[in-house]
């Protein structure tokens, strides 16, 4: 904080009077007056910089915009201290069919302060219109924010820009004449090169309820004279305590149809959340504007105004309700002299549509409306979705896919524009990356309100993989040996990307990452380290990119390698005799079947389940009157009879010459 001294010096410079500023209770000019025939002109810029070099005759292109004119005709432009309608103009203008022209006039920069004033005629007495540009270009303070919470400190940013270069400058809060608070003013600063200055004020001391005014002054050393006589370089922005509610406008139609310049539209705006006193109603339509007065809004902040603004091609008009409070020009506080406005404008947005929507009932479809899963190794693959749409409103729209942000753990959800014609129409492809297993949204927004919506499934079935025999389909008995065998795994029906093979996961696994091609299979080989008797689990599995699994499957390593065999006791025997099969090294627990390749049991198999150690003992029967001579008995499984080849045992069926005493003889 600055001593009292300098903090009062601040006051009185704020208190100076500046010029151009409107009377208290009157609103600017309008720039286009689109529902009379007064004549005006607006200038771009409104302001000029003074000459900072005196001896010379700068200039400035200054554009002139007029409105109100009679079509066809051809307006005389003139700038100086006085307008002379037999003076030489510095430019003239044809009108066009509507009443509106635009010319460029060169300005001679003043070598101090003033006004500059500009007249825009019609010829023979005609119509015409005038202004005043102000020079130099008023400097400008933005703070941020613009309101805040009463009775509690604060912070504020100051922006100051269009000030003398290099130059002290004080940046504060103006307070009441009958505040009894300290002043609220900063320590002496400096602008940098191009007038500008930065600056954050912080502690703030608390403030009751109210408008209040942030300001900055430039005035040290010879500003100091100069603030004494006249001073251009103040500025300063309202700061409002407690913040408002923010206001809102809606219109009635909020569309209508594509027209020519001359047919008018009829709209009605109704505003909420505004402050007694005058508005304006600006149609903007990017780069042309019309503007209408609100004369007056109420004591309740609610207004109710029509419009008929120019029909226009189609797109979106931006229709725009501002309320400023300008400063008198004398005002017993003295923010005439520094304050564009009393208090923060009052502005309000809404968008009028050309054309309107489609009254058809709009829908969506997707095609494939759904995909694999996004596996480790697959990351970067991108789906490809058609989407298309009906009955939409025209103009650019986004289509967003994991609208709802299923899979925002791993991806965020991705925004696609896309630009609809006239008939509503929508017919476009998106890129979205893969996702993890779950259901997707698909949203048609339009300045980010939903329109349309539908879902993309991951993935479209369950994927149903299978292990191919491994090779060897055994391994040999070798409890802890590293590397014992080398074993090859191949799989199919699985998902592109990687896919974990792992021997033995419930026990001392052995792992290995292996690649999924497009078809969906792979082959791998790796080696294993050596396992006691028994039966090995060996496992392909494949998880999404949020670590779900999408696909599993398993096949069984036998440990050690069996080689089964059959033995006949005796190895021959009359019919009607029953000889003792003993098996050997089968799959331990398995059930087996024993089947003669010929005789009256041949389609007949017997079947033994072997014991934990692959071992079986059975006896097995040769009918009466079967026939003599030798025959094979083969070894099988119940669902493949020749699940064992090459397991056999010869045995001769010879005639008797006695039988078993519980077998009749034939």
């Known amino acids: 904080m600055l001593r009292r001294s300098t903090a009062i010096l601040l006051l009185a410079v704020l208190a100076l009077t500046t010029p151009g500023l409107v009377a208290p209770g009157t609103l600017a000019p309008v720039a286009l007056a689109a529902t009379s025939g007064v004549p005006g002109i607006v200038a771009q810029p409104a302001c000029v910089p003074v000459d900072d070099t005196p001896h010379t005759t700068d ?19 003139y700038v100086g201290e006085s307008f002379d309608r037999g003076q030489t103009p510095v430019a003239e203008a044809r009108v ?17 302060p003033t006004e500059i004033p500009v007249a825009a005629s019609s010829p023979n007495d005609g119509p ?37 270069p290099d130059t002290e400058i004080y940046v504060g809060v103006v307070l009441p004449d009958d505040s009894d608070q300290p002043p ?50 103040i500025a ?50 990017g780069g042309s504007e019309e503007e209408f007065p609100i004369r007056l809004v109420g004591d309740d902040g609610v207004f109710q105004v029509r419009i008929d603004p120019w029909q226009r091609p189609r797109g979106r008009i931006t229709v725009r ?31 009028f549509r050309i054309p309107c929507r489609p009254t058809a009932t709009p829908s969506i479809s997707v095609d494939p409306d759904c995909d694999p899963p996004a596996i480790p190794g697959d990351t970067d693959r991108r789906m490809r979705i058609r989407v298309r749409a009906t009955a939409l409103p025209p103009g650019m729209l986004t289509v967003v896919f994991d609208a709802e942000a299923a899979a925002a753990d791993v991806l965020d959800p991705e925004r696609f524009e896309v630009e609809v014609g006239e008939d509503g129409q929508l017919s476009t492809t998106i890129r979205p990356y893969a996702r993890p297993v779950g259901e997707y949204r698909v949203v048609i927004e339009s300045d980010g309100s939903p329109l349309l919506a ?25 409890p802890g040996q590293p590397d014992a065998f080398e074993l090859r795994v191949r799989g199919r029906d699985f998902y592109p990307g990687f896919v974990e093979v792992v021997v033995d996961p419930r026990g001392q696994p052995d792992a290995q990452t292996a690649t999924v091609g497009a078809d969906g299979t792979f082959d791998t080989t790796l080696s294993v380290t050596g396992r006691d008797r028994g039966e090995v689990q060996v496992l392909g ?93 083969t070894a099988g499984t119940p669902a493949d009879p020749s699940a064992f080849p090459g397991v056999t045992a010869d045995y001769l069926v010879v005639p008797g010459t006695g039988q078993p005493p519980h077998v009749p003889m034939r």
């Open 96 to 112: 066009d069919g509507v009443g509106r022209f635009r010319v460029t006039v060169p300005v001679t920069l003043p070598i101090e």
């Open 321 to 351: 309700v501002t309320q400023r409070y300008p400063v008198g020009r004398d005002t017993p506080s003295g923010f005439g002299a520094y304050a564009n406005e009393l208090r923060p404008p009052r502005i309000a947005e809404a968008v």
């Open 454 to 478: 539908a879902t993309v499934r991951v993935p479209c079935t369950d994927a149903a993989p299978a292990l191919r025999p491994l090779q060897p389909a055994c391994g040999p008995l070798a």
């Open 59 to 77: 200039t400035q292109d200054v554009v002139i915009d007029g409105h109100g004119f009679e079509p066809g005709s051809t307006v005389s432009l």
């Open 184 to 233: 609220i003013v900063s320590d002496a600063l400096t602008t940098d090169g191009r007038g500008r200055l930065r600056y954050r004020m912080e502690d703030i001391p608390a403030l009751p309820a109210g408008v209040y005014q942030a300001a900055a002054v430039q005035g040290a050393g010879d500003m100091a004279r100069i603030a004494a006589s006249r001073n251009p370089y």
């Open 128 to 164: 015409s219109a005038s202004l005043s540009l102000r020079a130099p270009c008023p400097p400008t303070l933005v703070v941020t924010p613009t309101c805040t919470a009463p009775d509690a400190p604060f912070d504020l940013d100051f922006a100051a820009d269009g000030f003398l």
């Open 541 to 633: 599995r494949q998880r999404d990119t949020r670590g779900t699994v999408v696909a599993r499957a398993t096949r069984v390593l036998v440990i050690p390698c069996l080689e089964p065999t059959i033995v006949i006791e005796p190895r021959t025997g009359p019919p009607g005799y029953a000889a003792v099969v003993r098996g050997t090294d089968f799959p331990p627990n398995s059930v087996v079947t024993l089947t003669w390749d010929r005789g009256l049991t041949a389609k007949r198999p017997a079947e033994v389940t072997a014991d934990a150690q692959g071992s079986f003992r059975i006896g097995i029967y040769v009918l009466p009157r079967d026939l003599d001579g030798r025959r094979v008995l």
């Open 236 to 285: 300063a922005t309202p700061i409002e305590l407690p913040c408002p509610e923010p206001p809102r406008i809606a219109l009635t139609p909020d569309c209508g149809p594509a027209g020519r310049p001359q047919d008018r539209y009829d709209v009605t705006i109704q505003g909420v959340g505004f402050l007694y006193g005058p508005a304006t109603v600006t149609w903007d339509v």
